[in-house]
């Protein structure tokens, strides 16, 4: 494992570690006007969203590392402090990046990205129409971090309306990750698209698992079982009975009977993760307990 200094290294390799690292970053696709009503729009993935209440969201359009100029966004809030954060779908990901360029103050990104502008209810920049999730905002606050290149300006920001295409929500009425189809930024040129990286970890709101640390000495110290693995075995509030242990030895079909009479702790180890990747955790425990 190398050890880096962060003052020790230029801000541009500084900058490349940061975001390979602290990955995938949500986008926050900022529309913005000036005084003077000169509509802006650009991505930034220094972004994410704080509070529900109040509903707060920040994003940061950083100083410029090259030349340690300000971006059109950092100044139109400071004018207008408004903006509209739109929600960056895969269907409109090239389009968005094309945005991203460096256009000269006052050409308007809407239309060289071919984007489509919606009026707002509450704020004067406009909505991307082809964005699932729009959020109009009234600046609360934008904090500078630094006066080089590289330093981030955080611009608070409070929702003031929330605006939804209907086709991206299930039946409950709830955004539906894999119609929304977000995508993220990683590092360099990588993005990430959330559906299909899509799994499912259950929040332990409601109980209490018994920890890693009071697992079996012979499962918490196991070559076999990872550490996702061993998560989920210390996600349970607890042990299986032994009358549940003995029901699942009674019916476990002929793989499983050789596993119990015969099988070494690593065969038993290596099935009970099987068990375990298919959300089954009992059966796991059952399995990994049935051994005397």
């Not at 900022?30 to 529900?52: H, K, M, Q, R, W």
Request: proline share 6%; hydrophobic share 40%.
């Amino acid at each position: 494992m190398i050890s880096i200094d962060p003052k020790a290294i230029p801000v541009p390799k500084l900058h490349g570690y940061l975001l390979g690292a602290v990955s995938p970053r949500p986008i926050c696709f900022a529309s913005t006007i000036d005084a003077e009503g000169n509509v802006n729009l650009s991505p930034y993935s220094f972004f994410n969203v704080f509070s529900a209440n109040p509903p707060i969201m920040v994003f940061s359009p950083a100083r410029r590392v090259r030349d340690n100029t300000t971006k059109h966004t950092f100044e139109n809030v400071l004018e207008i402090k408004q903006v509209v954060i739109n929600i960056v779908s895969h269907a409109m990901v090239q389009q968005m990046s094309l945005s991203s360029t460096e256009y000269a103050k006052g050409v308007n990104e809407f239309t060289k990205a071919g984007f489509t502008e919606m009026p707002s209810t509450l704020v004067k920049p406009p909505r991307v129409k082809e964005a699932p999730v729009q959020f109009e905002c009234k600046v609360n606050e934008v904090i500078g971090l630094g006066s080089e290149g590289g330093a981030g300006n955080l611009v608070i920001c409070e929702v003031v309306k929330v605006h939804i295409h209907e086709e991206i929500l299930d039946a409950e009425g709830k955004i539906d990750p894999f119609k929304i189809d977000t995508v993220a930024r990683m590092g360099g040129n990588w993005y990430s698209r959330a559906k299909e990286g899509i799994f499912e970890v259950e929040k332990p709101l409601r109980t209490l698992g018994i920890g890693v640390d009071n697992l079996p000495v012979g499962i918490k110290l196991s070559k076999t079982l990872t550490g996702n693995d061993l998560g989920k075995l210390g996600n349970v509030e607890k042990l299986p009975e032994s009358s549940e242990i003995d029901t699942f030895v009674a019916e476990a079909s002929e793989p499983y009977q050789y596993l119990i009479t015969s099988g070494t702790e690593a065969e038993i180890h290596e099935e009970a993760q099987a068990l375990l990747e298919q959300g089954k955790v009992t059966e796991a425990w059952c399995l990994l307990l049935s051994k005397k």
